[in-house]
């Protein structure tokens, strides 16, 4: 199995890279970027840049998307409902798709509308970027990382190896995706609102006041994935604050960036996944579900 033709929804940071990425290996003509009206004509005449320099893509309408061997969903989650149904056309018998969303839950929304034998679980990592209008500042292309649902090595996964490393990708497919895709979902739960409340560069959780709300927080996150029986630990908590004291001190998280640019967050599949979950399951989670509502609040005064 050989992936030829890749079609890319979400354009943002994560998007933009592999796009670009795989579009120097594959061929612009092998990568359609998928975009429907304002946004596609402005794409075309505008472009966007990575590190300063015009991306060469290619953009292309919905309607006149053709069949992929791999489909990339690349959106942050408050898109994904309008971006399922423009890849269509990219989706043939033998298409993969990948979703790189944020969260815990974009690929059971995939998977209800094309089957869940065509969705690969997914996301990025260490992916370090600032994204300003159309320029996307990039330190570090991040790792992707994948894997079947049921953690099987396929000619999926290892076609999708060989994409990632030709097109020089940094890549990983662990033996347990959905721990791996947890422990990213931990990071973007505590991590991304605490910095987004606080105004808090990477660098800040190198203090105790950050790094107190970080354990607190990953505490009640770690509950519950251990009752949705996810082998999460208090111990991945630190792991995770160390990694985030390595990052560059003045970066920011994609919450931050999105709070300081008057954009709406992905609070609701953060903290407000937990605080659904842990009602289900009967777990008090009052730190989780101060921090969602905080957020919410802070949103909606922005709309008064």
């Given at each position: 199995?050989?992936i030829?033709?890749?079609?890319?929804?979400?354009?943002?940071a994560?998007?933009?890279?592999?796009?670009s990425?795989?579009s120097d290996?594959?061929?612009?003509?092998?990568?359609?970027?998928?975009?429907?009206?304002?946004?596609?004509?402005r794409?075309?005449?505008?472009?966007?840049?990575?590190?300063?320099?015009?991306?060469?893509l290619?953009?292309?309408?919905?309607?006149?998307?053709?069949?992929?061997?791999?489909?990339?969903?690349?959106?942050?989650?408050?898109?994904?409902?309008?971006a399922?149904?423009?890849?269509?056309?990219?989706?043939?018998?033998?298409?993969?798709?990948?979703?790189?969303?944020n969260?815990?839950?974009?690929?059971?929304?995939?998977?209800?509308?094309?089957g869940?034998?065509?969705?690969?679980?997914?996301?990025?990592?260490?992916?370090?970027?600032?994204?300003?209008?159309?320029?996307?500042?990039?330190?570090?292309f991040?790792?992707?990382?994948?894997?079947?649902e049921?953690n099987?090595?396929?000619?999926?996964?290892?076609?999708?190896?060989?994409?990632l490393?030709?097109?020089?990708?940094?890549?990983?497919?662990?033996?347990?995706?959905h721990?791996?895709q947890?422990?990213k979902?931990?990071?973007?739960?505590?991590?991304?609102?605490?910095?987004?409340?606080?105004?808090?560069?990477?660098?800040?959780?190198?203090?105790?006041?950050?790094?107190?709300?970080?354990?607190?927080?990953?505490?009640e996150?770690?509950a519950?994935?251990?009752?949705?029986?996810?082998?999460?630990?208090?111990?991945?908590?630190?792991?995770?604050?160390e990694?985030?004291?390595?990052?560059?001190?003045?970066?920011k998280?994609?919450?931050?960036?999105?709070?300081?640019?008057?954009?709406?967050?992905?609070?609701?599949?953060?903290?407000?996944?937990?605080?659904?979950?842990?009602?289900?399951?009967?777990?008090?989670?009052?730190?989780?579900?101060?921090l969602?509502?905080l957020?919410?609040?802070?949103?909606?005064?922005?709309?008064?």
């Amino acid at each position: 199995m050989e992936i030829r033709k890749v079609a890319v929804v979400g354009v943002g940071a994560v998007g933009a890279v592999l796009a670009s990425k795989l579009s120097d290996f594959l061929g612009k003509e092998n990568v359609q970027c998928i975009a429907d009206g304002e946004r596609l004509e402005r794409y075309r005449r505008d472009g966007i840049f990575l590190n300063g320099k015009k991306l060469d893509l290619t953009f292309v309408a919905s309607a006149d998307a053709d069949e992929a061997g791999l489909v990339i969903i690349a959106t942050k989650n408050g898109q994904l409902g309008e971006a399922i149904p423009m890849v269509r056309r990219a989706v043939g018998r033998n298409t993969m798709i990948l979703s790189v969303l944020n969260g815990i839950q974009s690929e059971r929304e995939i998977a209800d509308a094309y089957g869940k034998d065509r969705v690969l679980y997914g996301f990025v990592i260490s992916l370090n970027s600032i994204h300003e209008g159309r320029n996307i500042e990039c330190t570090d292309f991040g790792t992707v990382v994948f894997g079947e649902e049921d953690n099987a090595r396929t000619e999926r996964t290892d076609a999708l190896s060989h994409l990632l490393e030709n097109s020089g990708m940094r890549f990983s497919n662990p033996d347990d995706i959905h721990l791996a895709q947890w422990r990213k979902f931990l990071i973007n739960t505590v991590f991304n609102t605490i910095s987004a409340l606080t105004r808090s560069p990477y660098g800040a959780f190198r203090f105790e006041p950050q790094r107190n709300l970080a354990r607190a927080a990953g505490k009640e996150v770690v509950a519950v994935a251990n009752a949705e029986g996810i082998a999460l630990s208090e111990s991945m908590v630190e792991d995770a604050i160390e990694m985030m004291c390595g990052h560059d001190p003045h970066g920011k998280t994609s919450m931050l960036q999105d709070m300081e640019a008057g954009r709406k967050s992905e609070n609701g599949w953060f903290c407000g996944t937990i605080a659904r979950l842990a009602r289900r399951h009967g777990i008090p989670t009052p730190l989780c579900d101060f921090l969602w509502n905080l957020v919410e609040a802070s949103e909606l005064a922005r709309t008064i």
